[in-house]
């Protein structure tokens, strides 16, 4: 089974402060994702990595970097966080084929 | 612009009884097409796909319909069961597999 394990569940951060969202997969895929889920709105894609070292942006990137130095390892980085960006984040990954795996989401309150 | 599109945020449905949840997409590039099902508090899961060259595809309960012409699909859930109650999305991707689209999600709820 396809593991995608998000390290942090819920996390409560201050106006300002730099955030760090932690990913791993265990199935050597080459492709990572990060969505961010909102009421009314879906999964709306960040960033996605195709390589190590590789990164484009998403539909939504302003406000978020990320950082892809092994290959299952993506993380997402909110360099000052605000209160928009209080929101469920969803780490995925998947392989050539055509179905991605998520993680079980990281849940983001930023005060 | 939200290239795929569920206009249902909600259902309600009678235990043993079909649902039907519906989807729309607007790119004619699409040629690949998923539904997740997602719980409370939990990462979506993969439920059932269609490649573009299917009209149809079949998993247990679940089937999914592909109307290219009218660049529609739709999910039947039969019979549906208590445990089907969660928020279901239908993604879309191009022929690059690299990025995924996906609607605002219907919640299913269905009443034993």
């Known amino acids: 089974d396809v593991k995608v394990t998000q390290s942090s569940r819920y996390l409560v951060k201050r106006t300002g402060e730099k955030v760090f969202l932690e990913c791993v997969q265990d199935?050597?895929?080459?492709?990572m994702f990060w969505y961010r889920q909102d009421p009314g709105l879906g999964l709306r894609l960040i960033y996605f990595?195709?390589?190590?070292?590789?990164?484009e942006k998403g539909d939504i990137p302003e406000g978020y970097s990320v950082s892809r130095e092994k290959k299952e390892r993506f993380s997402l980085i909110l360099e000052s966080a605000s209160t928009n960006q209080t929101s469920m984040y969803l780490c995925?990954?998947?392989?050539?084929?055509?179905?991605?795996?998520f993680g079980e989401g990281s849940w983001l309150t930023v005060v | 612009d939200q290239q795929v599109k569920q206009n249902s945020p909600s259902l309600s449905v009678q235990e043993g009884r079909i649902s039907i949840l519906n989807c729309d997409y607007t790119n004619s590039m699409f040629d690949y097409f998923l539904w997740y099902k997602k719980y409370p508090a939990e990462g979506p899961t993969f439920l059932i796909s269609?490649?573009?060259?299917?009209d149809k595809n079949e998993d247990g309960r679940f089937t999914v319909f592909l109307n290219k012409s009218a660049k529609h699909l739709s999910l039947h859930i039969v019979p549906s069961q208590p445990g089907d109650s969660a928020v279901y999305f239908c993604?879309?991707?191009?022929?690059?597999?690299?990025?995924?689209?996906f609607g605002s999600g219907t919640k299913l709820n269905v009443k034993p």
């Open positions: 995925a990954s998947k392989t050539s084929g055509n179905t991605i795996y």
């Open positions: 993604a879309a991707s191009a022929y690059n597999f690299n990025k995924f689209y």
């Open positions: 990595s195709y390589d190590v070292k590789m990164k």
């Open positions: 269609i490649s573009s060259i299917k």
């Open positions: 199935m050597d895929h080459e492709n």
